[in-house]
């Protein structure tokens, strides 16, 4: 066989193997994950229950999220605001801003936004924590010592974050909405309480529960991931930034899956 066709035929083998190699780790890691995702369930349903680490994620989670969350928001809604004016003022269509801003931010634009800081800021800190947790032997230690650190270390962390990123959501909407008022007065005059009357007048609980159903679903994703992360990553310091990095791109990613998903389910049912 001539050299030319053994090298095509040796690294059409190469990459062969490594789709293969690859696939399979795939589907292994799918399937580990899986039995983590039934373990979690099984495990927060089942006494006894870990409630002062549960408060205490939850205040952590919460209150180291609330500037960023805030400042994010203000701006958020004082952009939004800022840029869509100019297109409803070419139609007459000014007095509609407030309604526009109000039901953009609450149905999709709060919810998502804050899934993505909580990814990137929660996210990446569990799976940190969790990983040199892993590295340093405490969560063997604590397996050895007759403890359950699944319990203690991921039912707390993701049940904390399922409670509190519908909260955090709801803190940035209001915050939306007055950085929303901030910018419609920067070239206007308008009444407080006018501005809120027009905003909620388009609000209904189809606009809210919709949001406060998927932020949940967003707090769970983005916790299981931080602590399989982190739960099971690889020895070593290197172990403990992969862990981290990985919790923030996969949850990020599965939250935009999960918004397409919940926005088409809500849709159907609304309509």
Not at 88 to 110: H, T, Y
Not at 152 to 177: C, G, K, N
Request: with cysteine; proline share 3%.
């Amino acid at each position: 066989m001539p050299k030319s066709k053994v090298s095509i035929y040796s690294s059409y083998q190469k990459l062969t193997e490594g789709i293969i190699h690859r696939s399979r780790s795939i589907l292994i890691g799918l399937a580990d994950f899986s039995m983590f995702f039934i373990r979690y369930f099984k495990e927060l349903i089942r006494p006894p229950y870990e409630i002062n680490e549960f408060v205490k994620q939850s205040y952590l989670i919460g209150n180291q999220s609330l500037a960023l969350v805030g400042i994010t928001g203000f701006i958020m809604g004082l952009v939004l605001t800022i840029q869509t004016r100019p297109t409803l003022a070419e139609f007459g269509a000014e007095s509609w801003l407030p309604a526009m801003i109000s039901v953009s931010i609450v149905r999709e634009i709060g919810p998502v936004i804050t899934a993505l800081i909580c990814a990137g800021k929660v996210g990446s800190g569990i799976g940190a924590e969790l990983a040199s947790m892993r590295v340093t032997e405490q969560i063997d230690a604590m397996e050895v010592s007759g403890s359950n650190p699944f319990k203690f270390i991921v039912v707390s962390r993701t049940t904390a974050a399922m409670l509190m990123l519908p909260l955090l959501t709801i803190y940035s909407d209001a915050i939306s909405m007055f950085g929303s008022f901030v910018g419609v007065n920067i070239k206007g005059d308008v009444n407080f309480r006018l501005f809120f009357s027009q905003a909620f007048a388009q609000l209904s609980f189809t606009d809210l529960i919709p949001a406060l159903i998927k932020t949940t679903l967003f707090g769970l994703v983005i916790g299981l991931i931080s602590c399989y992360k982190g739960y099971y990553s690889d020895k070593g310091t290197e172990g403990v930034g992969q862990a981290a990095n990985a919790s923030v791109v996969i949850s990020s990613l599965l939250i935009f899956i999960i918004d397409i998903l919940a926005v088409q389910v809500s849709n159907f049912i609304i309509d």
